[in-house]
């Protein structure tokens, strides 16, 4: 793939116009958009068929955990949508990973298309350690805890987790290394030190992809920049 194809830009924004304008802006420098709950919850599916309409994809970040028929269920609304790639926690369990995974590969067969990506959710790359542990009542450290959920995504028929990148190494040793993993928490050099930030495990894109990242997502620093477009392409650059 190119670099293009491995970048997810985040449309993190609540309103149709928002949505069509940056990807208006961004479609030719990158192939993927993520759609995640709020732009999902104001708007639907029409931001995922615009998506489509300018020749994207979408990866749909609604990180389903509910009872496994329920989550089958949506896998399957999800695999309607011809989606590239969606989510669920991790954490709902082997059970419930299964049932999506089943279900999403009977509805891609029942219609005849490519199965979309299914991944899982790991631990939120807005938690530290201590939250985990102390907020959270998770005996294990962080690490353990990513490998663990991520070993058992696999055993449950998932393609891959969504990481954090400071765990992207031990993913791939502990399971295996074709098993994707997508990596929110990207900060370029340039924007390290810019502004607030809530996301406390995080690297650069070049780190992120030497580390064995298959896909990373961005957000801030490429949407809230002054030129969108010139901020992609600092990032396309510094990957190269």
């Known amino acids: ?59 749909l970040d609604l990180k389903f955990h509910d009872i496994p028929n329920t989550v089958a269920s949506v896998s399957r609304v999800a695999t309607q949508l011809g989606v590239f790639m969606f989510n669920v926690h991790a954490c709902g369990g082997g059970e419930m990973m299964r049932w999506a995974s089943e279900a999403c590969v009977k509805e891609a067969d029942r219609l005849g298309v490519e199965k979309p990506l299914l991944i899982g959710v790991t631990v939120l790359t807005s938690l530290s350690e201590e939250e985990l542990q102390k907020e959270l009542s998770v005996s294990r450290g962080m690490e353990e805890q990513v490998v663990a959920l991520a070993q058992l995504a696999k055993e449950s028929g ?69 030129s969108p477009r010139t901020a992609m392409q600092k990032v396309l650059e510094e990957i190269n």
């Open 1 to 59: 793939m190119e670099n293009k194809d491995r970048v997810i830009i985040a449309l993190d924004v609540d309103n149709m116009a928002d949505c069509r304008n940056r990807v208006d802006q961004l479609c030719e420098q990158v192939s993927v958009f993520k759609i995640g709950m709020e732009l999902y919850t104001a708007c639907g599916q029409d931001a995922v068929e615009y998506v489509h309409k300018k020749g994207s994809k979408v990866f």
């Open 158 to 226: 998932l393609d891959g987790v969504v990481s954090s990148p400071k765990e992207i190494e031990l993913i791939k040793n502990a399971v295996s290394k074709d098993f994707v993993v997508v990596t929110p928490g990207i900060r370029p050099e340039w924007f390290v030190n810019q502004g607030q930030n809530d996301q406390k495990r995080v690297l650069t894109p070049n780190r992120a992809f030497d580390l064995g990242a298959d896909f990373i997502v961005i957000g801030r620093p490429v949407t809230q920049d002054a």
